[in-house]
């Protein structure tokens, strides 16, 4: 069982910067993979950023690629989201989640845990 808790969302201007942070608890937190994913109003819940159980690799959406930074410290069961060059169109809920999965995975539905997510809202 992990429960996940984020926190750092918050306002920001185009162009800004906010670092997303995910607390897990539980024993096997460095067994998972650990994503990040944002769900904005009227719209699917999407994927952002996914990174392996070891940190050895990390995949990133298209939208977010060059601009986003996940990273974990499994030392302190905490996972990251580093969001540089906000753009308006980044504002939603971001929500992270845990998988066992081995592999990369960016489908919401294979996931076995989330947090109860953490508002973003870029300004134009």
């Known amino acids: 069982q992990v429960q996940l808790v984020e926190s750092g969302g918050g306002l920001v201007q185009a162009g800004g910067s906010l670092r997303l942070s995910c607390a897990a608890s539980?024993?096997?937190?460095?067994?998972?993979?650990m994503g990040w994913f944002r769900q904005a109003p009227g719209k699917e819940r999407e994927f952002v950023a996914v990174?392996?159980?070891?940190?050895?690799?990390?995949y990133y959406a298209d939208s977010v690629k060059g601009r986003f930074t996940i990273s974990r410290d499994n030392a302190k069961n905490t996972v990251y989201l580093q969001m540089d060059s906000l753009k308006p169109e980044d504002t939603a809920v971001y929500y992270c989640?845990?998988?066992?999965?081995?592999?990369?995975?960016?489908?919401?539905?294979?996931?076995?845990?989330w947090g109860q997510g953490t508002q973003v809202t870029v300004s134009s």
């Open positions: 990174i392996t159980w070891t940190g050895g690799s990390t």
């Open positions: 539980g024993r096997t937190f460095s067994r998972y993979a």
């Open positions: 989640a845990a998988t066992i999965s081995v592999v990369i995975i960016t489908t919401p539905s294979r996931y076995d845990y």
